[in-house]
């Protein structure tokens, strides 16, 4: 299984402490990775199973690491970007189990245009982030352009899936 995670550069991670969970969002490989985003809350576990239940039906994830304060996944090179887009998209997001069910629908194929729109996302608030003065705590994309592109996710969703 080790050498499987040879041929991923995303990786996902909830990790515990006490009351609080986090979804930490990194590219790279395993050994050496980058944060890029990470995700909080009280919805932050309810986020982070449904990614992992979606792409597991896809076989898109390989558990990593498994502990009490600590879950990491792997996941397929393919979706990370999408993943990574939708992180951004939910990190101030009010009707988690709407934007929930969109993500399930849009890896199952119900909307290829979106995933593909994703990566392109993803790779702006990386470009963005370049430029930006503002950095989040030890990762790479910028707190104001993750904000300005969340909300630009939302608009973008909710016009193409309407249409």
């Known amino acids: 299984m080790i050498d499987m995670f040879r041929e ?8 515990k402490d006490g ?6 969002f990194n590219i790279g490989r395993e050994d050496e990775n980058v944060m890029l ?6 919805y932050s576990p ?20 498994s502990s009490s304060k600590e879950r990491k996944y792997a996941i397929r090179e393919d979706l990370g970007p999408v993943v990574g887009a939708y992180l951004i998209l939910i ?25 593909k729109a994703f990566t392109a996302f993803l790779e702006l608030a990386m470009d963005l982030s370049k430029f930006s003065n503002q950095r989040n705590e030890g ?12 909300a ?4 973008f969703v909710r016009k193409m899936i309407r249409e």
Do not use: C, D, H
């Open 46 to 65: 309810i986020i982070f199973q449904n990614i992992i239940s979606t792409l597991s039906k896809y076989g898109a994830v390989v558990s990593v690491k």
């Open 37 to 42: 985003l990470r995700v909080g809350g009280k």
């Open 152 to 155: 630009s996710l939302k608009k």
């Open 8 to 15: 991923f550069s995303y990786f996902i991670t909830l990790r």
């Open 139 to 150: 990762g790479v994309l910028s707190p104001r352009i993750l904000t300005a592109l969340s």
């Open 19 to 24: 009351r609080r969970s986090k979804i930490i």
């Open 91 to 115: 990190r101030r997001a009010r009707k988690i189990k709407a934007w929930n069910t969109f993500f399930s629908r849009m890896i199952s194929g119900e909307y290829p245009g979106i995933a």
